[in-house]
């Protein structure tokens, strides 16, 4: 009987590893179209002969689709499911991809960079939360900084696509190629099951059995978890309504935009949309600078590693105060280093090591913990309210820094606009310990409860 039970649990294992990689790679859809606009707007704004301000809507104007796209996810997930929203995803990608390979004019790329963002605003969106759904407990914090992960991935493999295509100055190539992993996702994710838990509120429980069934590898552990979902299905309020009428959950929604600021204002997506400008401003070739970007990258991936090995074992807090310390340090030296100047190589290479020591703080911590938290702290009946409201202040935050920055390089200068992120990440300790409670090794339902009895926020994990 053990040998059964223990093969049925290998199994589960495995089923459910697949399920989440497979989920996790919007992601990498999500990082694909980060990355690669980094390396293309050099080359965009010289064929276009446009200014930087120009160049800013180009790439901030992604996020305004991401925005709607974000907030059309709550619909799109509540009425047709998690699945069918990352596969509507898929396809918006796909065509976003091929309609900025074949832009023909500034203004045509930004309505292309649009549609692409209304794919990934809905992969934002639905992504965390599925895997937060089908996650176990003790493995929940792990499963959704894969999406992270991904997203790190994505980010790296559209850096050294830039860089193999930028000896050619092929921009068009740059943005277009990716619409091949949008195709295998769109692929892939058609063997996706849908969630079990947006299967019991469409009233289809043998179904969400089912799929329990196959992602814990046994019937009294899914069994429990429906029970733990039914109960929870008994409030009648949901959504806009549960917002309208219950304040606790005002306060985890608040938190949630809370976070996403947070996460945005570390000033990480100045790294990610801006690498090649940056690392021009410290003095390097175009080439340099490429492949320079392109470490960045692989920095991203591998330090994104930590927060999953260590997010179960240490806790949120831990990580997130660790996290802004090093991008404060990071950040705040490489202001420093631009304000006294780099007559050197050494100088040069100290501020390119610095700003990976940002780029490791964030991928450590508030990169893939912000949207760990996100799907922890939201109540169930409000769940995609709550995620769709953080999500899109997620895209509305990513756009104001994307628009801003080149805007402040030029009127603040480049050491005070570096310090200015810098002082941010200082702040943000002062708010993780005040509001961020610690969710480790705490079921979503042990979260509600706390929440909805109107324990202090940073107390509901306890």
């Given at each position: 009987?053990?040998a059964?039970?223990?093969?049925s649990?290998?199994?589960?294992?495995?089923?459910?590893?697949?399920t989440a990689?497979?989920?996790?790679?919007?992601?990498?859809?999500?990082?694909?179209?980060?990355?690669?606009?980094?390396?293309?707007?050099?080359?965009?704004?010289h064929?276009?002969?446009?200014?930087?301000?120009?160049?800013?809507?180009?790439?901030s104007?992604?996020?305004?689709?991401?925005?709607?796209?974000?907030?059309?996810?709550?619909?799109?997930s509540?009425h047709?499911g998690?699945?069918?929203?990352?596969?509507?995803?898929?396809?918006?990608?796909?065509?976003g991809?091929?309609?900025?390979?074949?832009a023909?004019?500034?203004d045509?790329?930004?309505?292309?960079?649009v549609?692409l963002?209304?794919?990934?605003?809905?992969?934002?969106?639905?992504?965390?939360?599925?895997?937060?759904?089908?996650?176990?407990?003790?493995?929940?914090?792990?499963?959704?900084?894969?999406?992270q992960?991904?997203?790190?991935?994505?980010?790296?493999?559209?850096?050294l696509?830039?860089?193999?295509?930028s000896?050619?100055?092929?921009?068009?190539?740059?943005?277009?190629?990716?619409?091949l992993?949008?195709a295998?996702?769109?692929?892939?994710v058609?063997?996706?099951?849908?969630?079990?838990?947006?299967?019991?509120?469409?009233?289809?429980?043998?179904?969400?059995?089912?799929?329990?069934?196959?992602?814990?590898?046994?019937?009294?552990?899914?069994?429990?978890?429906i029970?733990?979902?039914?109960?929870?299905l008994?409030?009648?309020?949901?959504?806009?309504?549960?917002?309208l009428?219950?304040?606790?959950?005002?306060?985890?929604?608040?938190?949630?935009?809370?976070?996403?600021?947070?996460?945005?204002?570390?000033?990480?997506?100045?790294?990610?949309?801006?690498?090649?400008?940056?690392?021009?401003?410290?003095?390097?070739?175009?080439?340099?600078s490429m492949?320079?970007?392109?470490?960045?990258?692989?920095?991203?991936?591998?330090?994104?590693?930590?927060?999953?090995?260590?997010?179960?074992?240490?806790?949120?807090?831990?990580?997130?105060y660790i996290?802004?310390?090093?991008?404060?340090?990071?950040?705040?030296?490489?202001?420093l280093?631009?304000?006294?100047?780099m007559?050197?190589?050494?100088?040069r290479?100290?501020?390119?090591?610095?700003?990976?020591?940002?780029?490791?703080?964030?991928?450590?911590s508030?990169?893939?913990?912000?949207?760990t938290?996100?799907?922890?702290?939201?109540?169930?009946?409000?769940?995609?309210?709550?995620?769709?409201?953080?999500?899109v202040?997620n895209?509305?935050?990513?756009?104001?820094?994307?628009?801003?920055f080149?805007?402040?390089?030029?009127?603040?200068?480049?050491?005070?606009?570096?310090?200015?992120?810098?002082?941010?990440?200082?702040?943000?300790?002062?708010?993780?310990?005040?509001?961020?409670?610690?969710?480790?090794?705490?079921?979503?339902?042990?979260?509600?409860q706390k929440?909805?009895d109107?324990q202090?926020?940073r107390?509901?994990?306890r």
């Amino acid at each position: 009987m053990s040998a059964v039970l223990s093969s049925s649990a290998i199994q589960a294992r495995r089923h459910i590893v697949f399920t989440a990689t497979l989920a996790a790679l919007a992601g990498l859809m999500f990082g694909l179209d980060v990355g690669v606009i980094s390396g293309a707007q050099q080359f965009i704004q010289h064929d276009f002969a446009i200014d930087d301000r120009v160049i800013e809507l180009i790439v901030s104007f992604m996020t305004v689709g991401a925005a709607i796209g974000a907030a059309l996810a709550a619909w799109l997930s509540v009425h047709f499911g998690r699945k069918r929203s990352l596969i509507f995803s898929g396809g918006l990608f796909v065509l976003g991809s091929l309609a900025c390979a074949a832009a023909w004019s500034p203004d045509s790329l930004i309505g292309a960079r649009v549609v692409l963002g209304l794919a990934i605003g809905i992969a934002a969106f639905t992504a965390p939360l599925y895997l937060a759904e089908i996650a176990p407990e003790d493995k929940r914090g792990a499963m959704i900084s894969t999406y992270q992960l991904m997203i790190t991935i994505g980010i790296f493999l559209a850096f050294l696509s830039d860089t193999a295509f930028s000896y050619s100055e092929s921009w068009r190539w740059m943005l277009g190629i990716i619409a091949l992993p949008g195709a295998l996702f769109l692929l892939g994710v058609l063997r996706l099951p849908e969630s079990p838990r947006w299967l019991v509120l469409r009233g289809r429980h043998d179904d969400a059995n089912a799929v329990l069934h196959k992602l814990r590898g046994d019937d009294a552990t899914a069994r429990r978890e429906i029970a733990e979902i039914e109960e929870q299905l008994r409030t009648p309020q949901q959504g806009w309504h549960l917002f309208l009428q219950n304040r606790n959950f005002r306060r985890s929604v608040g938190l949630g935009i809370a976070l996403q600021i947070v996460q945005q204002l570390t000033g990480i997506n100045v790294v990610m949309y801006y690498a090649p400008r940056i690392f021009a401003d410290m003095g390097y070739a175009t080439s340099a600078s490429m492949w320079f970007t392109a470490v960045v990258g692989l920095t991203n991936v591998l330090a994104t590693f930590i927060a999953i090995g260590f997010v179960d074992r240490l806790g949120r807090k831990p990580i997130l105060y660790i996290g802004f310390v090093v991008m404060a340090i990071g950040l705040g030296v490489v202001g420093l280093l631009m304000h006294v100047g780099m007559a050197t190589q050494a100088e040069r290479l100290l501020a390119v090591g610095m700003l990976l020591v940002f780029v490791i703080g964030f991928a450590m911590s508030a990169g893939p913990l912000v949207w760990t938290l996100c799907s922890e702290i939201q109540p169930l009946k409000g769940r995609d309210f709550g995620i769709g409201v953080s999500t899109v202040t997620n895209w509305v935050m990513t756009g104001v820094v994307s628009v801003t920055f080149l805007t402040l390089l030029n009127h603040l200068g480049r050491a005070n606009t570096f310090w200015l992120y810098a002082t941010c990440n200082l702040a943000f300790l002062l708010f993780t310990w005040a509001l961020v409670p610690e969710t480790k090794g705490v079921t979503l339902e042990h979260i509600e409860q706390k929440l909805m009895d109107g324990q202090p926020l940073r107390d509901i994990g306890r």
